[in-house]
């Protein structure tokens, strides 16, 4: 029998030989010619000793109960919260390897394998190095469960720079395939290619868009086409100031051609027409504003050189008009000699010659600007993956021609 104090085997007479306590489980620990006897006895202490000495006692070490064992709600919870942690970081993973256009690259699945294998790793790494330093043995649901935790944290610390990476890698895809498709839709409005149908819900109002641009510059084209040129095309020469007659035409004649730019100088209608085609489709407020915004955004950087154009064309036709009616108004101050013009007056000389010199540089600045018009135009095309035969003589850029 043990002692019920330190668990050491008991005497014959039921005395524990370590602590001197009396067992009274044992029926012959006590005489019966001693019912008074004490229950413990120190050692080495008589009945009159005096040594004084308490009885020395080993410490023990706690017994630590037996752990509950789970019920089995309680282990498919755990299961379950640690399933849909590595649910969630498989999803994650996912859509950072899924192009903008939900397809994914050959190279994609590898590299999301890598990462996720990987994170995996780290976590089943300390995993065991946690549990290892506990003092309880964990049970296998809390195991996986702690494994899922610590890579869901290892997905959350990257996920800022993955996602960074991601952008990174598929801006050019996106604005490539965005602009090709553009591409698509600036064909199909001029005809040269059949309606696809839309892919999203803005390209029906994109199309109409271009749509609206082509028959406008098709108006333009026709206008310019039918108006009389034939006295402007010798503009500065000597010729060109022969006689008042012939100015007052050059007069007329440009300022009929300064009207039908003006009349389409601006793109403003077409641009509100679109806004309220986007306006009317059924989806969200946010993508209806979010496209509207970078509509505007686009249209302002994309038609800067066609507004440099129209405000050098403009400064350099009213200064053209402006020289002709000049001369028109001081005639009788100058003639025409062997093709060179001779001035009575040496005032109205030099007036003419200011002016002219201003109105020439004008033309070349005008010139100038039509040039990076049209490079720009060419630059667009090939983003779009387009030639000009694709579209409708002088609608390169969407602008008007000039």
């Given at each position: 029998m043990l002692c019920s104090s330190c668990a050491t085997e008991l005497t014959p007479e039921g005395i524990c030989p370590r602590c001197s306590s009396?067992?009274?489980?044992?029926?012959?620990?006590?005489?019966?010619?001693?019912?008074?006897?004490?229950?413990?006895?120190?050692?080495?202490?008589?009945?009159?000793?005096?040594?004084?000495?308490?009885?020395?006692?080993?410490?023990?070490?706690?017994?630590?109960?037996?752990?509950?064992?789970?019920?089995?709600?309680?282990?498919?919870?755990?299961?379950?919260?640690?399933?849909?942690?590595?649910?969630l970081i498989v999803r994650v993973q996912l859509g950072l390897a899924r192009h903008w256009d939900g397809t994914f690259d050959e190279a994609d699945i590898p590299e999301m394998l890598g990462r996720l294998i990987g994170m995996f790793l780290v976590a089943a790494l300390l995993t065991l190095i946690v549990h290892k330093i506990q003092s309880r043995k964990a049970r296998p649901a809390f195991r996986v469960l702690t494994f899922a935790a610590i890579a869901f944290v290892l997905q959350a610390g990257g996920l800022h720079d993955q996602l960074e990476s991601a952008r990174?890698?598929?801006?050019?895809?996106?604005?490539?395939?965005?602009?090709?498709?553009?591409?698509?839709?600036?064909?199909?409005?001029?005809?040269?290619?059949a309606s696809s149908g839309n892919q999203q819900w803005w390209e029906g109002a994109a199309r109409d868009f271009f749509h609206d641009i082509f028959v406008m510059n098709q108006q333009y084209t026709?206008?310019?086409?039918?108006?009389?040129?034939?006295?402007?095309?010798?503009?500065?020469?000597?010729?060109?100031?022969?006689?008042?007659a012939h100015m007052e035409k050059v007069v007329e004649q440009l300022q009929a051609s300064f009207a039908v730019d003006e009349k389409y100088a601006s793109v403003d209608p077409l641009v509100k027409r679109f806004e309220e085609r986007i306006t009317a489709e059924k989806v969200s407020e946010s993508e209806k504003q979010n496209l509207l915004k970078g509509i505007e955004g686009g249209l302002k950087e994309g038609l800067g050189p066609r507004t440099e154009v129209i405000r050098t064309e403009e400064a350099w036709m009213?200064?053209?008009?402006?020289?002709?009616?000049?001369?028109?108004?001081?005639a009788a101050e100058y003639s025409v000699r062997n093709g060179k013009l001779v001035f009575t007056s040496e005032a109205t000389r030099q007036e003419f010659s200011t002016a002219q010199a201003e109105a020439v540089r004008l033309h070349q600045e005008f010139l100038k600007a039509k040039s990076a018009l049209d490079s720009n135009g060419q630059n667009k095309l090939e983003k779009l993956g387009l030639k000009r035969s694709d579209l409708p003589a002088g609608t390169a850029d969407g602008s008007k021609p000039n």
């Open positions: 009396v067992s009274a489980a044992s029926p012959g620990a006590l005489p019966e010619t001693a019912p008074n006897a004490p229950a413990c006895v120190p050692s080495g202490a008589g009945l009159g000793g005096s040594s004084g000495r308490s009885p020395i006692t080993a410490p023990l070490d706690p017994v630590k109960p037996p752990k509950r064992p789970l019920k089995w709600w309680e282990s498919a919870l755990v299961l379950f919260t640690a399933f849909l942690l590595l649910a990174r890698r598929e801006q050019p895809k996106l604005e490539t395939d965005v602009n090709h498709r553009i591409g698509d839709l600036l064909k199909e409005a001029a005809g040269t290619k026709a206008e310019a086409a039918s108006l009389d040129s034939s006295a402007i095309k010798d503009l500065y020469s000597p010729e060109s100031y022969r006689s008042k009213k200064s053209t008009i402006g020289l002709y009616q000049y001369l028109i108004a001081h």
